[in-house]
Structures are given as C-alpha cells and as structure tokens.
C-alpha cells in the first residue's frame, strides 16, 4: 500500500500551495535529525511528501495514480537523491542548521553587506526646536566613487565575468550527508560572492567602488522637536560596496537650554517676579513668550506661586496638531525694610 503523503504533511486533499509549503516547513523542522528527538527516516518521508505535493504536475499525477506513479520506470525517492530539492527552502526553516548543510548558501552568497549606519549629534537652539528648521549637516562618510561609477574596474573593460562562478557568486558541489546526497552551494572564493572579477582596480578607490570624502546634508528639523529625540534618514549612512544598499543617518537631537523659558511636553514654563504691590493692588505687566512680549493681567490679592496660563504660546506639537501652552508662574518679592 503506497504512502499518504497527505497524511504525513497533516493536510486535506484540498489544501493549497501555501498549505503545503507551510506544513512542511512546520513538520521538517519538527523532525530535523539534527534536533533533540529528530527522525532521521521520518524526515525523508516529510521531504519525499513535499517534493510531490509542492509540484503541481507530480500532484496531479499523485492525485490520481497515487504513490505508485513514481515507480514505473522514473526512479524512486530516496531521500535527497535524484530530488530537485529547494535549498532556499531548508535555509529559511533552519537557520543554524542550513550552516551546517549548505542550505541557503547561495542567498548569502548573493546578499550584500550594506554600508554602516552613522550617528550625529545636532545641536539645536530652544526655538529651533519649538518651530522646527533646516540645518545643514557636514559629514565625512563612505559614498560611491565616482570615477568608477562604484563598479570598482579602471574601466567596464576592466571588470570581467568569473570564470569560475559563470557570473552566478557560488559554486556547487555534491557532498553525501546523512541525508543523502546532496547540492552544497557555497560563496564562489575567486569573486567573493560577486560574479565579477577586476583585471585592473580603480586607481582612486582602489577597486572598492567607494571612497571617503567630506559631503554636505540638507535636513528639515520637524516643530516640536524635543531633547534627546532621534530622527533616523533611511539611506543617508555609508554606502555599501559594489551596489549594496546604504547604511542609515541618526541624528540625535541636543536642545540648549534657554535662560528664560523650561519645556514640560509641549508646554512652556517660566517664571515672572512681581512687587508686593502689584500683587496686593493688581497690575498689567510685560511678559516674555516665544513669541515675543505679550500683556499679562495679574489680578488684585494674587498671591506668590499662583500660575497664569497663555493659551496656544507653548511648542508647536509634532505633526501639525496645535501648539502647548505657556505656564508663567508668580514670584511675589518681599522687601526686606519698610519704610514707615
């Protein structure tokens, strides 16, 4: 009697393509011989199951023939032999053990290093960061040569397709394993995952395809801003070599304190002193708000440490949303004699 490779996925007859990619990528990792309780016979059967039911033809004739289909004259499964096996596959389910087996080697061959990210610090005045500004940011950082256009080559004649890789940055090998035999794919050694190899570097970036070099960056401050914030410019970091994508800039925000004005959220605080007469009898003063000079009434009898708010004077908040307020304090001064 042939094998349910339904049953040993755990699916229905109607399950989907991605009904059966995730079943097996659920039962081979449960099952991993390399894992503590893995089943080694077990595992097989669980790739065995995939490699018919994740191919829609061989489902098909699976379907209709059942297991037996592939015994007349086409070779039968045995483990990894003769199995079109997708190594991506196995490299995304096990992580750790894909090093061991080469699964997924040739992502990571592909995949390039992106350019380091940068942090900055950017020194703001009180006021700079209540409306928001543009600064503009010097930075000294890793960008693409431009003599070469960042191909690295003195020239495009100069930059040659790998010979030993055929242009594809791996290389593969057959190597038998527990499992059987199988493809290992692994970072090509001439062209260091490339594809390409350089007959004559770049004189000015020594066939890098980046250089150091002093550049100037125009940035928007948001209102609202407030100390210690970061703001993060997706690219603006290091570029990475040969075409890989740039590092991220951070820039951590220092607001300097203002002699006058303290932020609590998007409120100000401050302070104003008044005589005992003007608290006693009552009085219109000058105060000082980000604006600028504004009328303050102070009521008759106000008493020291009463506070005064200022609708809509404080910091603009973050996203256009309106502005805080302002908060002025009284300090009632005392003489210290009386004249009689």
């Known amino acids: ?118 942090e900055v610090v950017l020194d703001l005045t009180f006021e700079e960061a209540v409306f928001g500004t543009d600064k503009a940011i010097k930075l000294n950082k890793q960008v693409v040569c431009q003599d070469c256009q960042g191909r690295g080559g003195a020239s495009s004649a100069d930059i040659k397709t790998c010979h030993t890789c055929q242009g594809r940055g791996y290389i593969t090998k057959m190597q038998r394993t527990i499992l059987g035999a199988m493809q290992m794919q692994t970072e090509c050694p001439d062209c260091q995952g490339q594809g390409q190899t350089i007959t004559k570097p770049c004189s000015h970036c020594a066939g890098r395809g980046v250089k150091r070099e002093g550049t100037e960056l125009k940035v928007k401050i948001p209102a609202g801003i407030d100390n210690g914030e970061t703001i993060r410019l997706s690219g603006q970091g290091e570029v990475g070599a040969k075409g890989a994508p740039a590092g991220d800039l951070y820039l951590k925000i220092r607001v300097q304190p203002h002699r006058h004005f303290q932020r609590r959220g998007y409120d100000i605080l401050s302070e104003i002193d008044i005589n005992l007469s003007q608290a006693v009898l009552g009085d219109k003063v000058e105060v000082a708000t980000i604006d600028g000079q504004v009328d303050l009434k102070i009521p008759s009898g106000t008493q ?32 210290t004699s009386l004249n009689r």
């Open 304 to 335: 020291s440490g009463k506070t005064f708010i200022l609708k809509n004077r404080g910091v603009t908040k973050l996203q256009g949303r309106g502005r805080g307020d302002q908060l002025i304090t009284i300090k009632v001064k005392i003489p």
């Open 1 to 118: 009697m042939g094998q349910d490779y339904y049953k040993i996925l755990g699916l229905e007859r109607q399950a989907s393509a991605e009904d059966i990619k995730q079943a097996f990528h659920k039962k081979a990792h449960q099952h991993h011989p390399d894992k503590t309780g893995g089943d080694a016979e077990k595992f097989k059967e669980i790739n065995e199951a995939y490699q018919v039911l994740s191919n829609p033809q061989k489902r098909a004739q699976y379907d209709q023939f059942g297991s037996t289909f592939n015994q007349s004259g086409r070779g039968g499964f045995n483990g990894f032999e003769g199995m079109n096996i997708n190594m991506d596959d196995l490299g995304d389910m096990f992580g750790g053990f894909g090093d061991i087996f080469g699964f997924g080697s040739k992502k990571r061959s592909q995949r390039q290093q992106p350019g380091h990210d940068l």
